[in-house]
Nanobody, 124 residues
Framework: QLQFVESGGGLVQPGGSLRLSCAAS????????IAWFRQAPGKEREGVSC????????KYADSVKGRFTISRDNAKATVYLQMNSLKSEDTGVYYC?????????????????WGQGTQVTVSS
């Protein structure tokens, strides 16, 4: 049974940092690209970042470039999202998702399994 366990969310002040983790089980993580999406209240879900199955290629939304870093440890079956210089507009529920493919795009249509999400709140 496929399962994602997301962790690392919380309340942080603007300018602060958080590291999200997505631990996968029930499938071979290193065969698929993985992405992080987020959804703020009243807004549509948006792609934040994705990483190819090997970890060699990454993509970021323009709004997070230079501040967020995605990485993966296939041996630990875990994908990470390091978030620095957080802003209030980064607030939302963050979800990790499994792609149908090895290469990643930030389109939700290419993702077939989603975690339950972890809340990130950036506020003073």
């Amino acid at each position: 049974q496929l399962q994602f366990v997301e962790s690392g969310g919380g309340l942080v002040q603007p300018g602060g940092s958080l590291r999200l983790s997505c631990a996968a089980s029930g499938f071979t993580l290193n065969s698929y690209a993985i992405a992080w999406f987020r959804q703020a209240p009243g807004k549509e879900r948006e792609g934040v970042s994705c990483i190819s199955s090997s970890g060699g290629r990454t993509k970021y939304a323009d709004s997070v470039k230079g501040r967020f870093t995605i990485s993966r440890d296939n041996a630990k079956a875990t994908v990470y999202l390091q978030m620095n210089s957080l802003k209030s507009e980064d607030t939302g529920v963050y979800y990790c998702a499994k792609s149908l493919f090895r290469l990643c795009v930030l389109s939700s249509q290419q993702y077939d399994y989603w975690g339950q999400g972890t809340q990130v709140t950036v506020s003073s």
